[in-house]
């Protein structure tokens, strides 16, 4: 350029600037997609003009499963249409978005979906944008619950002296997993011990507002509380998957198996070895042990708190007492009902051929602690519960009415 006349240099500088400008107005008028971050989850099949195509990525899921969380970034109130190609993962109440970043989620509702039928393709998109002033919005199958969400209510709970945190155990890149310790922290004083677990399946983030729950009521400065501190001493893990949890996998199904069929004698994942032989050094103290699981994403069974029966008729009787006593005491947004909330052995999916791929935390338990009250699981839908809607508040209310129940059983 240094041959070209002065006034042809500042028309090329000049000419340059607008292509610039061009360029970079046309980044941001962009809306990005991408599922780059803890619990993220998404295959991007593709993009035409604001219309992204989209599906749950299985990774080393056997058969299909539900478990979707990406969001979206960049140019707000531009309207974007996010479309599902090949099956539906929206559950029965729309999918939940969030705008904080994933801490808090509301539900979009079931209205915004439209289903598409076009030459034998089948697709179900919703319609969205940012909202004025928000740059990120991030969308999922249900709200979600991260190590980040526990770690924000252990800071909130910190000077609690009831609530102890450790670590069960060392997993890949030196990750931690939780061991919660709450209640009665002395294992000499304490009536007994009450085991409580969830996610052994990955997405089921459900499970784990309740178990917030649970623990919350039961190091609160009330009634319920103080019965807990003076009697009942609670461990628990509230991510028996952590890996799974922080990098957004379905968990359930996992190959060769999952977490809740790894309750062999040798076990696979160092979570589930850790949490055996823990449960084995206070064999003879545990009381109850509860694990808190989400089900499948509609229809019966999948609309209802159910406790999943064990095959043996003295637990099935125990299972059924502390049944009862839950609808006694239910005082939160979500209803449970004995009658309706107890799926028994060989009924629905609680048969023989689930358990083939291995034993579940529940079968391990009710082996393992048979003197306890209690040994099972129990199934919190993930959106809708008898036509009331779950989210983060109501779960953490049936947790609460879970703490109380525990304590009326055993006492
Ligand atoms: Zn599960």
Known sequence: MNGLPRKMKTRIFLFSL????????????????????????????????STFTVAPDLRDTEGWWFYFNFRLRGQTEQPVSVSFAERNPI?????????????????????VVTKTVAEDRTSWS???????????????????YLESHLHEWLTAHQTNLALQVAELCFIRQGR????????CLDLEKARGVVLLTSRHHACESVATYALEGLISAAVADDAIGRRWRSHWLIIAVPFMDKDGVEAGDQGKNRAPHDHNRDYSDTPLYPEVAAWMRLGESVRDRVVFSLDLHCPYISGQWNDRVYFVGGSDPSAAVKERAFARVLEHVVRGPLPFRAENGYLPWGS???????????????????????????AG????PYA????????????????????????????
């Open 384 to 411: 809708d519960v008898l036509g009331v809607e779950v989210n983060a508040d109501s779960a953490r209310a049936l947790g609460r009415d879970l703490a109380e129940a525990i304590l009326e059983h055993l006492e």
């Open 18 to 49: 607008f292509l610039m400008r061009g360029a970079f107005s046309l980044v941001m008028a962009e809306i990005a997609i991408d599922a780059n971050y803890a619990g993220g989850n998404a295959r991007i099949l593709t993009r035409e003009a």
């Open 348 to 374: 629905a999916w609680n048969t023989g051929s689930n358990n083939s791929a291995g034993r579940s935390n529940g079968t391990w338990a009710r082996a393992t602690f048979p003197k306890a009250r209690f």
């Open 126 to 144: 919703f319609p969205t944008s940012l909202p004025r002033g928000v740059f990120e919005a991030r969308f999922a199958f249900a709200p979600t």
């Open 91 to 111: 559950g029965v109440r729309g999918p939940a978005m969030s705008l904080d970043g994933g801490r808090t989620w509301t539900w979009l509702g079931k209205q």
């Open 377 to 380: 699981s129990i199934e919190i």
């Open 176 to 183: 931690g997993v939780e061991l919660l310790r709450a209640g």
